[in-house]
């Protein structure tokens, strides 16, 4: 049985940073991806970053660019979402999801349906 789960959220002052991780258990993953989304109350799940496992290359959503990075430990089956610079508006629960599906875009790991694996989520908080 595939477990994800997430640690790392927190209250941070707006400029701040914040490093989440991502632990998935039960399956090593050589392929496919692992991916942030964030859902802020009241508003839909909305991609953040993904990266692919079989060569850690990666993808950002625009509202992130430049101010979050995310990495992957294989070897651990973990990744990591290191947000710097954080915004009011990054307030959001943070869910990491994890796929063995391969694409040669990246498109198709933008959208929530493409994931089998998903975590509880971590709450982010960030005060102006």
């Known amino acids: 049985q595939v477990q994800v789960v997430e640690s790392g959220g927190g209250l941070v002052q707006a400029g701040g940073s914040l490093r989440l991780s991502c632990a998935a258990s039960?399956?090593?993953?050589?392929?496919?991806?692992m991916a942030w989304f964030r859902q802020a109350s009241g508003k839909e799940r909305d991609f953040v970053a993904a990266?692919?496992?079989?060569?850690?290359?990666?993808s950002y959503a625009d509202p992130v660019k430049g101010r979050f990075t995310v990495s992957a430990d294989n070897a651990k089956n973990t990744a990591y979402l290191q947000m710097n610079s954080l915004k009011p508006e990054d307030t959001a629960t943070y869910y990491c999801?994890?796929?063995?599906?391969?694409?040669?875009?990246?498109?198709?790991?933008?959208?929530?349906?493409?994931?089998?694996?998903w975590g509880q989520g971590t709450q982010v908080t960030v005060s102006s």
């Open positions: 039960g399956r090593t993953f050589s392929s496919g991806a």
């Open positions: 990266i692919r496992w079989n060569n850690n290359s990666t």
């Open positions: 999801a994890a796929t063995e599906k391969t694409y040669y875009t990246f498109t198709y790991y933008y959208t929530l349906r493409t994931y089998d694996y």
